[in-house]
């Protein structure tokens, strides 16, 4: 490839590591315009390099890298046992690191890592690429959306003949991958893990290992991970209430959604086959984005998705299956290093119950005799308010606020920023008799990101209240609800448009644009009956200085009142 043809990058890179695996972060670094600097200690990795690529310098120690202002980062494609080392030496010179798994093989050297990087201000970034595959960003979105359900369970396949290590054994060599791509869909560290294996080519390296892991939700998954098998498979499946999802790495189709289901007839489950379903994926290397990613977050200072703080979890998890692999089983607690018993990062209430198995996130606070059931699944930073009950199965978002009185049942998905207010009432069996049990026939009830439902409003089961969306007081949905929609009513149907503050908007202009009295926001309907903001994403997080009112409801609508009159 021609230096003209290539991308230009602000940042500069020396790779480190010219072998297996580093030759393909060499071409990549390459292609996007960053390689600075290569760095092996094997001559022929020279002359090769030399051949390959145009006007990139060569070295062979270490050291010269360190010491050359023109490197922004350090990438290492170096044996795992020197990898804290180098990234420690890396980041004691000033430079952004981005070092291949593990992050290192002592959990105390990758706490050093770590802390030395925030210290120094530094980007630190562990090379789990799955992190970056699409199928498995794909697999995230569907997880958080509640396509798949409630998830019961997962397992990793990672097998093949080669590539057989003697400085690490098979679990430290092939499944970090897994256990990087097991935490981030589960968004939570595992409570117990046993792990078994043998060796066979070396006694002292173990080739075959099958880790087994127990989460705080109930989830359950394993990971099975060999060198010495005749053919290469790495496929991940999970197992959801409602689909269960196929990711294969080394198939025509990386990822496939099969609507299986499990149906009780004359109290006998049978099994109810469907055909899998395709799911359509980015057409994008994983190596290449896991590049650029570390390029962009190098140049705007954003800790990256794999960050030093993943590779810690990843590499406690590590830590843990190794101990179990020769003391058995390692249970809550032995992955923090630092405490026995690690303080809540939410708060409940002393007269609240959150069960063993319910996973709550940071901040968030537990009222007055409400209760968490297991395999609930709470977000950051919500308000669960006095007498609420969440069942086992349930998934909410960050920034939920619940008011009092409310149970919120297996089968509800409630997105980000969402407020369910006093009273209102959430189903789940469209048909419920209590002489027939309809436990596995739940229905999917979600309630989208930022919507409101007022005090005392019924939402029967099986419907999606969109983006937005304000369900009145009193009113009982039966149907979706658009983004945006406000209805009223029994049943509830649209009277107007609300905007993302909450307000009614008034009739469009003569452009057929609506604008937010608090806001100043310009909302339209990109076609009949569908509204969009004009001015923001409806992903995108609302601005700081907009993220809190000045001005009461009554107090806006006085001045639009006023507004009118005047014209």
């Given at each position: 490839?021609?230096s003209?043809?290539?991308?230009?990058s602000?940042?500069?890179i020396?790779v480190?590591?010219?072998?297996?695996?580093?030759?393909?972060?060499?071409?990549?670094?390459?292609?996007?315009?960053?390689?600075?600097?290569?760095?092996?200690?094997?001559?022929?990795a020279?002359?090769?390099?030399k051949?390959?690529?145009?006007?990139?310098?060569?070295?062979?120690?270490?050291?010269?890298?360190l010491?050359?202002?023109?490197?922004?980062?350090?990438?290492l494609?170096?044996?795992?046992?020197?990898?804290?080392e180098?990234?420690?030496?890396?980041l004691?010179?000033?430079?952004?690191?981005?070092?291949?798994?593990?992050l290192a093989i002592?959990?105390?050297?990758g706490?050093?890592?770590?802390?030395?990087?925030?210290?120094?201000?530094?980007?630190l970034?562990?090379?789990?690429?799955?992190?970056?595959?699409?199928?498995?960003l794909?697999?995230?979105?569907?997880?958080?959306?509640?396509?798949?359900?409630?998830?019961?369970?997962?397992?990793?396949n990672r097998?093949n003949?080669?590539?057989i290590?003697?400085?690490?054994?098979?679990?430290?060599s092939?499944?970090?991958?897994?256990i990087?791509?097991?935490?981030?869909?589960?968004?939570?560290?595992?409570?117990?893990?046993?792990c078994?294996?043998?060796?066979y080519l070396?006694?002292d390296?173990?080739?075959?290992?099958?880790?087994h892991?127990?989460f705080?939700?109930?989830?359950?998954?394993?990971?099975?991970?060999?060198w010495?098998?005749?053919?290469?498979?790495?496929?991940?499946?999970?197992?959801?209430?409602?689909?269960m999802?196929?990711?294969?790495?080394?198939?025509?189709?990386?990822?496939?959604?099969?609507?299986?289901?499990?149906?009780?007839r004359?109290?006998v489950?049978m099994?109810?086959?469907?055909?899998?379903?395709?799911v359509?994926l980015?057409?994008?290397?994983?190596?290449?984005?896991?590049?650029?990613?570390?390029?962009?977050c190098v140049e705007?200072?954003?800790?990256?998705?794999?960050d030093g703080a993943?590779?810690?979890?990843?590499?406690?998890?590590?830590?843990?299956?190794?101990r179990?692999?020769?003391?058995?089983?390692?249970?809550?607690?032995s992955?923090?290093t630092?405490?026995d018993?690690?303080?809540?990062?939410?708060?409940?209430?002393?007269?609240a119950y959150?069960d063993?198995?319910?996973?709550?996130?940071?901040?968030?606070?537990?009222?007055?005799?409400?209760?968490?059931?297991?395999?609930?699944r709470i977000?950051?930073?919500?308000?669960?308010?006095?007498?609420?009950?969440?069942?086992?199965?349930t998934?909410?978002?960050?920034?939920?606020?619940?008011?009092n009185?409310?149970?919120?049942y297996?089968?509800?998905?409630i997105?980000?920023?969402?407020?369910?207010?006093?009273?209102?009432?959430?189903?789940?069996?469209?048909?419920p008799?209590?002489?027939?049990?309809r436990?596995?026939?739940?229905?999917?009830?979600?309630?989208?990101?930022?919507?409101?439902?007022?005090?005392?409003?019924?939402?029967?089961?099986?419907?999606?209240v969109?983006?937005?969306?304000?369900?009145?007081?009193?009113?009982?949905?039966?149907?979706?609800?658009p983004?945006?929609?406000?209805v009223v009513?029994?049943?509830?149907?649209?009277?107007?448009?609300?905007?993302?503050?909450?307000?009614?908007l008034?009739?469009p202009?003569s452009n057929?644009?609506?604008?937010c009295?608090?806001s100043?926001?310009?909302?339209?309907?990109s076609?009949p009956?569908?509204?969009?903001?004009?001015d923001?994403d409806?992903?995108?997080?609302?601005?700081?200085?907009?993220?809190?009112?000045?001005k009461?409801?009554?107090?806006?609508k006085?001045?639009?009142k006023y507004?009118?009159?005047?014209?």
């Amino acid at each position: 490839m021609k230096s003209a043809e290539l991308t230009k990058s602000k940042t500069k890179i020396a790779v480190v590591g010219v072998g297996y695996w580093g030759k393909n972060l060499v071409r990549n670094f390459y292609q996007l315009g960053a390689l600075e600097v290569l760095c092996d200690v094997e001559g022929t990795a020279a002359a090769a390099c030399k051949y390959q690529y145009e006007h990139v310098r060569f070295c062979s120690e270490f050291t010269e890298v360190l010491s050359d202002p023109s490197v922004d980062a350090v990438v290492l494609a170096t044996p795992a046992t020197t990898h804290y080392e180098m990234a420690k030496a890396a980041l004691e010179a000033g430079k952004d690191v981005l070092v291949e798994k593990p992050l290192a093989i002592d959990v105390k050297h990758g706490e050093e890592l770590v802390e030395l990087a925030d210290a120094k201000r530094r980007i630190l970034m562990v090379g789990h690429i799955l992190r970056y595959h699409p199928a498995i960003l794909k697999l995230q979105k569907l997880i958080h959306d509640g396509v798949l359900g409630k998830l019961n369970y997962l397992y990793s396949n990672r097998l093949n003949i080669g590539k057989i290590r003697t400085e690490e054994n098979i679990l430290w060599s092939f499944a970090p991958h897994d256990i990087s791509v097991l935490l981030s869909l589960l968004n939570e560290m595992p409570a117990r893990v046993t792990c078994q294996g043998s060796a066979y080519l070396n006694r002292d390296i173990t080739d075959v290992t099958l880790s087994h892991f127990e989460f705080p939700s109930g989830v359950q998954a394993h990971i099975f991970v060999s060198w010495l098998h005749p053919i290469k498979e790495q496929r991940l499946v999970v197992v959801g209430s409602e689909k269960m999802a196929v990711f294969d790495d080394t198939g025509e189709h990386k990822l496939v959604l099969y609507p299986h289901k499990v149906e009780w007839r004359n109290r006998v489950p049978m099994a109810v086959k469907a055909n899998g379903e395709n799911v359509p994926l980015d057409d994008r290397e994983p190596l290449h984005a896991e590049c650029q990613h570390f390029l962009d977050c190098v140049e705007s200072r954003i800790a990256p998705v794999s960050d030093g703080a993943e590779g810690l979890r990843v590499l406690r998890v590590l830590d843990a299956c190794q101990r179990a692999l020769h003391n058995g089983a390692v249970a809550l607690g032995s992955f923090d290093t630092k405490n026995d018993k690690p303080e809540s990062p939410y708060f409940a209430h002393e007269s609240a119950y959150v069960d063993d198995g319910a996973v709550v996130g940071a901040g968030t606070k537990v009222w007055h005799f409400s209760h968490i059931m297991k395999g609930a699944r709470i977000g950051e930073r919500c308000v669960i308010g006095q007498n609420v009950n969440v069942d086992g199965g349930t998934i909410v978002g960050n920034n939920v606020k619940i008011q009092n009185s409310v149970s919120v049942y297996t089968g509800v998905v409630i997105e980000d920023d969402v407020f369910l207010g006093p009273s209102c009432v959430l189903t789940n069996v469209s048909n419920p008799r209590s002489q027939v049990n309809r436990h596995s026939l739940y229905e999917t009830t979600c309630l989208k990101r930022g919507c409101t439902i007022g005090a005392n409003a019924t939402i029967v089961c099986g419907v999606n209240v969109g983006r937005y969306a304000f369900v009145g007081a009193g009113s009982v949905v039966t149907k979706n609800v658009p983004d945006y929609a406000l209805v009223v009513g029994n049943p509830a149907h649209r009277v107007g448009w609300m905007s993302r503050h909450g307000h009614r908007l008034g009739q469009p202009d003569s452009n057929g644009v609506m604008v937010c009295p608090e806001s100043g926001y310009r909302y339209g309907e990109s076609s009949p009956g569908v509204l969009n903001c004009l001015d923001l994403d409806e992903e995108a997080p609302l601005p700081a200085e907009l993220s809190r009112s000045t001005k009461s409801y009554r107090e806006l609508k006085e001045e639009a009142k006023y507004a009118c009159s005047a014209a």
